[in-house]
């Protein structure tokens, strides 16, 4: 039987109605999810590791540090792993992972809930015993593991908060599907360098990154007020659609070119969670492009913001960082 290591890090899946409004929060497990879900000890042979207990919402660059430390530590014990994790940052950390452990050669899947294990109508269940399945098989991927899907984590993004179906990959297809029949995409599995070691890097916590949203009424001083004042190490601006950018009343043409002249990278996302920035069609974004800012092509803001933040945590600035974050470096992008 494969060995597969659960490793708890909170979310709704292990929470519960507390005192004193009743809201749902973390609690302690009692017993483990192995026996909430026996059928588990059907697929793999299961351990348990307790990594952190956290509504997700709370999720920092030291919890994401933590998991790659406690994957690291594991990995050569067990044939795959499984991550319970609240959904609202799961697609954070599965991006995180996706740059911090570079030449994976096992399936990390994460996954969690909607609804917690206790409750009758719970999607953990399921989700669970997919995810495991999924964690047995031989995908070396780092993936989420939700209603019945499977999808590249750096490729996801949670789309609904009340849907059990929560999580879509927007611009790459399904690595897997659960109906009657598992059926595998064989094609969209990455590759694994035959002899290639696994290496695990870690995310430096004194990286800022500021993050900026495109909408009529913006006022670019407030952000150069930050850039001039406080210590930013990066930008991600979410424009519209295919990463235009407002260049006449409230033109953000100037901060950016403010950014180049300090060495700040500049990344362009998109508002439109399908489709692709292409900063080449409209004026509007020829102009940031002129201006020193750079496309995220197809990833999601998930994947864009913490491949910024892994390469800036590596070092790498000026020229090497631009030629870096325009790469597909784990199956993030397509160019
Ligand atoms: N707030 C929860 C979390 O992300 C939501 C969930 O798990 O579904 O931890």
New binding site residues.
Partial sequence: MKRVLLIHT????G?AEGKPDNS?K?VQFQESVVNFVPELKQLAEIETVFAFN??????TVRHINKLVEVIKENYEFYDGFVII??????AYSGSALSFLIENNSKPIILT????PLRHIRTDARLNLINAVEFATMDIPEIAICFNSKLMRANRATKVS?GDFD?FDSPNFPLIASVGVDIVVNNICIGSVKPHGKTVFRFLDPAINILVLKTFPAINPEIYFTLVNNQDIDGVIIEAYATGNVPILENTLIPLIEKCRNLNIPVLITSQAKKGRVNLKLYQCGKEAMRAGALSAYDMTFESAITKLHYLLSIGLNGDELRVFLSKNLSGELTV
């Fill in positions: 909170g979310g709704t899946l929470m749902l973390p956290i509504d997700s919402a709370n999720l994790h609240g959904t609202d940052a799961m969690g809930s909607q609804k908060s929560a």
